[in-house]
């Protein structure tokens, strides 16, 4: 697992060995980045459910100019700051070992993209995505990493369907909120 571009690019990322941490791979990766690649210089980011926090560094390497991770999993978060630090970034980001439900509940509001990648077949989804909506600026992007079989809604709490992509196993809906009432 790697970085694929940015100020941090081909730095190797460590990960944990569990059941509930699946790297992202590389190809639906470079799908998801390809979305919002250009509203991502100067957004603030938030990386829930981060695991190794591969999303989150890789919107930083590439320009967000914050991000928060959350992990309940006191490892992950270990492996978060390492590889954080490995990459010169930990400046750029906030690491919290927090139930991520709990922390989207008391989350400031202000965020451009989220990044969601919870333990998949735990119904986690549809419970942050309810709460995130209403911590998100308005054209924010929402992207979900889940199993091929859950199909989300297209629209959810302000949330609309941008893009769906389907790699195997893996799918990913990115959602997005209005940028204006003309939008909707």
């Known amino acids: 697992m790697r970085v694929i571009t940015g100020s941090a690019r081909g730095r190797k990322l460590k990960t944990l060995d569990s059941l509930d941490i699946r790297p992202t791979p590389d190809a639906v990766k470079e799908a998801i980045f390809s979305v919002v690649q250009f509203d991502l210089p100067t957004a603030s980011v938030l990386d829930l459910f981060a695991g190794s926090g591969q999303l989150g560094i890789e919107a930083l390497s590439r320009g967000a100019a914050h991000c928060v991770f959350v992990d309940q999993n006191p490892d992950a978060v270990a492996v978060i700051k390492e590889n954080l630090n490995a990459c010169k970034l930990m400046s750029s980001a906030r ?90």
């Open 95 to 184: 690491v919290l070992n927090m139930d991520s439900i709990e922390y989207i509940k008391v989350a400031k509001t202000g965020l451009d993209m989220a990044f969601l990648d919870p333990p998949y077949r735990h119904g986690l989804l549809e419970k942050v995505l309810p709460l995130i909506s209403k911590k998100l600026n308005e054209g924010a992007f929402v992207i979900c990493e889940h199993e091929a079989e859950l199909t989300l809604p297209d629209e959810y709490e302000g949330l609309y369907l941008h893009k769906r992509y389907r790699y195997g196993k893996v799918a990913v809906t990115v959602y997005r909120t209005p940028q204006s009432e003309d939008e909707l």
